[in-house]
Each structure stands twice: as C-alpha cells, then as structure tokens.
C-alpha cells in the first residue's frame, strides 16, 4: 500500500477543487448565455405614418364628393337615400381624425357642412315623389275665324308697311338710306324725336339746295340759328315726299324728321326700321 504524506495530500485535493470550480463556472456561464439567447425580445409598437394620419380625413372628403356627385341626378328616394349615406359615411370618417392630425382644425368646420347636407339630403327622400302637381289653366283661347273683310283690311294695311334696313346704329340711333331729287342717297338717322328733317352742309351743297330763310332750331350744342332750304324730294323705300322744306345744320349726318314719317306708325327692330298705316 502506497502512503502518501501529509504535505502532499493537501496540495493534490486543492488543486481537484480549484479544477472542479473551474468546470462549475464555466458550465454555469454556457447555461446563462444560452438562456440569453433563447429568450426572445418584444418587438418595438408601429410609430404611425403620416398615411396612416390622414386616412380618415382623406376618406371624409372621398365619400362627401361622391355624395355631391350623386346628388346632382338624383331623381328618385331611393337616389337621396344614397346620398344621405354617403355623407354619414363621410361624417363617421371625420369623428374619427386624430388630435395629432394636421388637419385636426378642419373638422369641426366640415362637420357643419356635413350634418347640414345630410338634413338636406334626408327631406329630400321623405318628399321625393310626393309633390302634389298642380294642374294649371293654360289659358289658350281660339279666337274665331276672321270675315273676309278682316281679312282683306289686314292684307290692305300690311301693303302699305315698309321695312327699312338698318346700316348701323350711331348713339343707338337707327341709321338708313334716304334717296333725295331721286338721284342722290344720303345715309340719314330715322330720330323719331325730330319735329323737322335736317341735313348737314355738305348734304345741301351735293344737292344745290339754296337758302330761303333762316330758323331757330335745338342741336347738341343748345339752340341755333340754321338757314333752310327746299328740296324736290325725298324717298324711304317706296314712300315719297315732294317740295320738302328742310334745315341745314352743323351736323355730321342728317336727321329724318316727323316731317316725313308723321302719318305713319313707326316700329324699330333690330335689323329694320317698319313704317306701318302710311296715308
């Protein structure tokens, strides 16, 4: 048997234990490291995105356009109905914008617009269909036939109508021709508020129209003394006039007076100038 001493014993078991201790720790910090890693974290929450933000506002405005453009052909309840849908749709969508939202400041304001339009559209199916018609006199009455001598007056009066062109207009006057000495035309404005036909200067020294004597007469620039003068005639589209006494005044064109028109009815269209019941 081998005897070992004392002095050699204990360094020996020392050592195992230091060893053992080792080996504790080292299977110890393998364990804990495994243990670390198995455990799996949490995943961090979704910050939301501004998409996400403005979805419900945007949705808002998608579903109150679509109630508008429905509403513009709505014809029948079940159509208004549709449309009140829509802006419910439209008011759910806004209550539920955020208070981080940008366009958080803008929902009140459209909430109005909103509840106001879905009233709207809401007495609109209720009455849709139900508006009494009201039947109304249309007051056509058939006059009885004409005689023939109504017929044969008529026919007389519209022979003795003349039409006038119009060449254009000066101060919203109606400007026409006027044949005079039937040789010479002259453009002349019919003024149905000339007591007297006047002509300009120029117009009496193309004609050789020679003073007789002279008048007070009212022009633009107050009154005036004018001298007048005679010409042989005067014609408007078949209606004549002889030995007319006319003015001579400090104008650019003439004026037709009553002088020439008086005993006829005078109509001014847009394009021609009627006389009408001439003698």
């Not at 879905?118 to 009494?132: F, H, I, P, Q, V």
């Not at 060449?167 to 002259?186: E, H």
């Not at 404005?189 to 020679?210: C, H, K, W, Y």
Request: with cysteine; net charge positive.
């Amino acid at each position: 048997m081998l005897r070992f001493g004392t002095c050699v014993i204990l360094p020996l078991l020392m050592a195992t234990s230091a060893a053992i201790g080792v080996g504790c720790s080292r299977m110890q910090l393998t364990q804990t490291r495994s243990l670390q890693v198995a455990t799996p974290s949490a995943p961090p929450k979704p910050t939301p995105t501004p998409e996400t933000i403005e979805d419900f506002y945007q949705s808002a405005l998608d579903s109150a356009a679509s109630a508008r453009s429905i509403s513009q052909s709505a014809l029948s309840p079940e159509d208004w109905q549709l449309v009140a849908s829509r802006w419910k749709s439209a008011i759910a969508a806004l209550k539920q914008v955020p208070k981080s939202d940008p366009n958080r400041k803008f929902v009140n304001q459209k909430l109005g617009e909103f509840n106001q339009a879905l009233a709207n559209a809401e007495d609109r199916a209720a009455r849709t269909g139900k508006e009494k018609v009201a039947v109304l006199d249309p007051g056509i009455k058939v006059d009885p036939a004409l005689s023939s001598k109504e017929i044969a007056t008529i026919a007389a009066q519209r022979s003795r109508m003349l039409q006038v062109p119009i060449k254009y207009r000066k101060n919203n006057i109606p400007v026409v021709d006027v044949l005079f000495n039937n040789r010479q035309r002259f453009e002349m404005m019919v003024d149905t508020g000339a007591s007297a036909t006047m002509i300009t200067q120029e117009m009496a020294r193309q004609l050789g129209a020679r003073s007789i004597g002279e008048t007070q007469a009212m022009t633009a620039a107050g009154v005036t003394t004018v001298q007048i003068a005679m010409v042989q005639s005067m014609s408007v589209s078949g209606k004549t006039i002889r030995d007319v006494p006319v003015s001579i005044g400090p104008m650019d064109i003439g004026l037709l007076g009553h002088d020439f028109f008086g005993d006829c009815d005078i109509t001014i269209k847009r394009n021609v100038v009627e006389f009408g019941k001439c003698g």
